[in-house]
């Protein structure tokens, strides 16, 4: 078992690019959520999709979108990069919403 | 608005000693609260977690205790060792609903020989 994996694990934008972080997960879990980790911030949570099908916003959605594409995979799209989303960005999974999550590697991602 | 108060940023602690991290909070509805560890250049992990109901929970040489009427907890390791030199955080859940979990700000340990 992989667990989470994330794709790519370094990235850098320019301002104003856009890229779209992967996630996948092969627990079978219903739930899936994005992070971001930024220093003396602890992770905030930016979208969650409770289950196949739904997806919701969390603390700091903007400037991000989400797709939830099927049970395994949901990703994080960045349409126009800035640099305040220069960040670390983390992929989690739970069997449902819980504080049990299971958290992938982080995608390193600067803009310049 | 930080949910979740965590102190000290940075702990340096000698090999053998106890390593305490506290955590405070202010939303009574939490229904449970964990602990993630998270190395370098890895995401976070979870590593044991306590219901409000519980004022001690001990896992090895890991130990949360809570304190509900002051709304605070904290995380014990008895006989640091360098390999625990981590990053914690503690948290707070609503396992009720949306956003449901909240982190605290993060505490850099380091454990030294």
């Known amino acids: 078992n992989a667990g989470v994996t994330q794709t790519p694990k370094f990235q850098v934008l320019k301002t104003g690019q856009s890229m779209t972080l992967q996630c996948a997960q092969d627990?079978?879990?219903?739930?899936m959520y994005w992070y971001r980790q930024d220093p003396g911030m602890g992770l905030r949570l930016i979208y969650y999709?409770?289950?196949?099908?739904?997806?919701d916003k969390g603390e700091v959605p903007n400037g991000y979108n989400v797709s939830r594409l099927n049970k395994r995979e949901f990703s994080l799209r960045l349409e126009s990069a800035a640099p305040s989303q220069t960040s670390v960005y983390f992929c989690?999974?739970?069997?449902?919403?819980?504080?049990?999550?299971?958290f992938g590697p982080g995608t390193r991602l600067t803009v310049t | 608005q930080q949910q979740v108060k965590q102190s000290p940023q940075s702990l340096i602690v000698q090999k053998g000693g106890i390593s305490i991290i506290n955590c405070a909070y202010e939303?009574?509805?939490?229904?449970?609260f964990p602990w993630y560890q998270q190395f370098p250049g890895k995401g976070p992990a979870l590593l044991i977690a306590?219901?409000?109901?519980?004022s001690e929970k001990k896992e090895g040489r890991f130990t949360i205790s809570f304190n509900k009427s002051a709304k605070q907890f904290s995380l014990h390791i008895m006989d640091s060792q360098p390999g625990d030199s981590a990053t914690y955080f503690c948290?707070?859940?609503?396992?009720?609903?949306?956003?449901?979990?909240?982190f605290g700000t993060g505490t850099r340990l380091t454990v030294i020989p």
């Open positions: 306590i219901r409000p109901d519980v």
């Open positions: 939303n009574t509805a939490f229904d449970y």
């Open positions: 999709s409770a289950s196949e099908g739904t997806t």
């Open positions: 948290a707070a859940s609503l396992q009720t609903g949306a956003n449901n979990l909240f």
């Open positions: 989690a999974s739970s069997e449902g919403l819980s504080y049990e999550q299971y």
């Open positions: 627990m079978n879990h219903n739930s």
